[in-house]
């Protein structure tokens, strides 16, 4: 196990009927809050009238910034963040999913830097101060409410990008928020919480046995759950679990002391920044095509894998063959719940094969597990397609 130093500062309120605590946690931030949302659902769901209503019995002089994408807009941030600084906003208060939450987190550190808020996500400048940041959850799929992390896209450049922002101070997870979610966004959800798990699962690094079996522990209660929740979008168990192991799979748990790897992340990054895909959906398609590609780097842990989280049988079998039949339950687990598995699924083609190649890899060769350059991941591409 490697050194470490662990830190969460976010209050994580869990459960039904919690989100009555905004008015006290409101009359700690200040007077003047931005609220930030995408496109309208918390207001069809009624979430919205309650939360506005909360805010201004504590007081708060309610400013708005709506209408925030699902892979959220470097104009969109500069929008809050203008308007932030106009009006003297004291904090923010993101309520949706993980785009409404990282463009809030980009908002919250660009208001006091003097420079372009885009710095932190082309390594130009490392986050420091950032306004106080709450969130309320509706989608079980980023973790973005538990960890510092943001990922926004330059739809002029045609980048996507991840930086380390600003912990949310608090945030407000309670299931019921997350039963009017769609059935493809549910879906989506759920292969972005395993990627997430897969990112930090397949590692080098020796002599990590808690660690590994929480990761373990989330994809089974993910897999587990996944059919309930589609089954019945009202099953308050269901959300609850998928909701919790969307948290615990990127709030700094599960990478204690081991080397992670953030390869297909990336790749999928690039996709959708010129593609504008659904994330959870690319992540879908290109993670399997990776495992293939890499899994001889450490078969070991491809064979633990498929006995631990498919229950593949390996008697009889080479470590190759277990290897490859976990890789394909999790391409057949994706497929089954209704999650794409070509790019050819979003009708795309070779055409900007190379481009995107190259959008992945803009610092140097991406990935731990195994060092991907351009080249490799135009492969990894082309078998996506």
């Known amino acids: 196990m490697n050194p470490f130093v662990y830190h969460n500062p976010t209050q994580l309120i869990f459960g039904r009927g919690q989100l009555s605590m905004l008015k006290e946690k409101a009359e700690q931030l200040g007077q003047t809050v931005l609220l930030v949302y995408g496109g309208g659902s918390i207001k069809r769901s009624g979430l919205y009238e309650k939360v506005v209503s909360l805010l201004q019995e504590a ?10 994408e699902p892979n959220p807009r470097l104009s969109t941030v500069k929008k809050g963040i203008e308007l932030c600084r106009q009006e003297g906003v004291n904090w923010i ?3 949706g999913g993980g785009s409404v939450i990282d463009a809030a987190k980009a908002v919250a550190v660009g208001v006091p830097y003097e420079g372009d808020v885009w710095d932190f996500y082309t390594r130009k400048a490392l986050a420091t101060e950032a306004l106080p940041l709450g969130t309320i959850l509706t989608l079980a799929a980023t973790g973005s409410e538990m960890n ?3 990922v926004v896209t330059n739809w002029d450049t045609k980048e996507k990008h991840g930086a380390s922002t600003t912990f ?5 997870l309670d299931p019921e928020n997350t039963f009017s979610v769609p059935r493809d966004q549910t879906i989506y959800g759920i292969s972005d919480i395993m990627s997430h798990v897969f990112e930090q699962y397949f590692t080098h690094t020796p002599e990590v046995p808690l660690q590994t079996r929480f990761a373990e522990s989330i994809l ?3 897999v587990e759950n996944a059919d309930r929740v589609l089954a019945n979008p009202d099953d308050y168990d269901a959300r609850a679990n998928i909701l919790y192991c969307g948290t615990m799979a990127l709030n700094g748990t599960l990478p204690v002391g081991v080397e992670t790897d953030w390869a297909t992340h990336s790749i999928e990054h690039a996709v959708s920044a010129v593609y504008d895909i659904p994330h959870g959906g690319g992540l879908a398609i290109i993670f399997p095509k990776w495992m293939r590609y890499v899994y001889r780097e450490n078969v070991a842990r491809f064979v633990r894998f498929a006995v631990e989280v498919w229950n593949v049988d390996p008697s009889g079998k080479t470590d190759d063959e277990v290897a490859l039949e976990g890789i394909a339950a ?4 994706f497929a089954r719940i209704g999650a794409p598995t070509r790019l050819a699924d979003y009708e795309i083609d070779d055409q900007h094969l190379q481009l995107m190649a190259e959008k992945a890899t803009p610092f140097g060769p991406i990935g731990s597990f195994k060092k991907l350059s351009s080249e490799d991941v135009a492969q990894i591409l082309r078998m996506s397609l």
Do not use: H, Q, W
């Not at 949310?168 to 407000?172: T, V």
């Not at 999790?330 to 687990?333: D, G, I, K, L, V």
């Open 330 to 333: 999790t391409e057949a687990f």
């Open 59 to 68: 007081g708060c002089r309610v400013l708005e910034l709506s209408g925030v």
């Open 220 to 222: 089974k209660t993910v």
């Open 168 to 172: 949310p101070a608090f945030s407000i």
């Open 93 to 95: 208060l993101a309520v």
């Open 148 to 150: 510092r992390g943001s």
